[in-house]
């Protein structure tokens, strides 16, 4: 892909997560590994409308630490304030090339709620049930990750997961490309809206039954993030 294709990939992705209810105001960010110390990020600017409005003219190339990737790449533009957290992923995290940070509400009430997210569904979502069953551990502490220190104790609480929930504050998605690391997140809030739903209705959230686990069938990663991606961009407004 060329840069001016990543940068659209990335506002796109910025728009999915404001259009599926991820973002209830304009916060949050998308970033793509560029190079091992570059990487391409939804920046702050003037202009700013917020995630459901984000443009490729948003995204800018940064280093990890935060300065400009090119020159005059943060002419009138800021990177985020939790560009570490995007930037410690990409750091330790060789499986990983797109990381997403959301304020999803719906993640945030059932981990307040004490629901975890687990696999309670099967053929519903399989890529969630597994995503689920696989764990999405919680990063307890509610701070704004701002420096190497909380980033460094917010991958440490990831594990190597795919996704942690951030405590009162949203969640951070990881994924091989930006795609994936959108649809992870989206998943893990189908499951937290669905869990709030079913504790809403006074039901008890109880993980699939191991037999009905072991029967769906292993796809492959993704087998179908192409036409879930489609799907995606088809539906936004
Ligand atoms: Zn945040």
Redesign the pocket.
């Known amino acids: 892909m060329t840069f001016a294709e990543e940068r659209q990939l990335i506002a796109d992705a910025c728009r999915v997560l404001a259009a599926r209810g991820l973002a209830s105001g304009y ?2 960010h998308v970033s793509l590994r560029v190079d091992e110390d570059r990487l391409l990020v939804r920046c702050r600017g003037r202009q700013e409308r917020g995630l459901a409005w984000t443009t490729a003219a948003d995204v800018h190339l940064v280093t990890f630490d935060g300065g400009p990737g090119a020159v005059g790449e943060l002419d009138g533009w800021t990177p985020p304030n ?1 560009l570490p ?1 995007h930037s410690e992923v990409l750091r330790t995290r060789g499986d990983v090339d797109a990381v997403v ?1 959301a ?1 999803p509400p719906a993640v945030v009430a059932a981990d307040l709620a004490g629901l975890r997210i687990r696999p309670i569904v099967g053929a519903y979502d399989m890529p969630g049930t597994k995503l689920a069953a696989g764990g999405v551990p919680v990063y307890p502490r509610g701070v ?2 701002r420096d190497r220190r909380l980033a460094g104790e917010m991958v440490t609480a990831m594990a190597g997961r795919p996704v942690v929930l ?1 405590r009162g ?2 969640l951070t998605s990881a994924g091989t490309g930006v795609q994936e690391a959108v649809l992870n997140a989206i998943a893990v809030d189908q499951i937290a809206q669905l869990s709030l739903t079913v504790a809403a209705a006074g039901g008890t959230l109880v993980d699939l039954d191991a037999a009905d686990m072991a029967e769906l069938p292993d796809l492959g990663a993704g087998f179908n993030h192409g036409t879930a991606w489609r799907h995606e961009l088809a539906r936004l407004p």
């Open positions: 916060l949050g939790e957290l940070h304020h704004l990750v951030l504050h949203g």
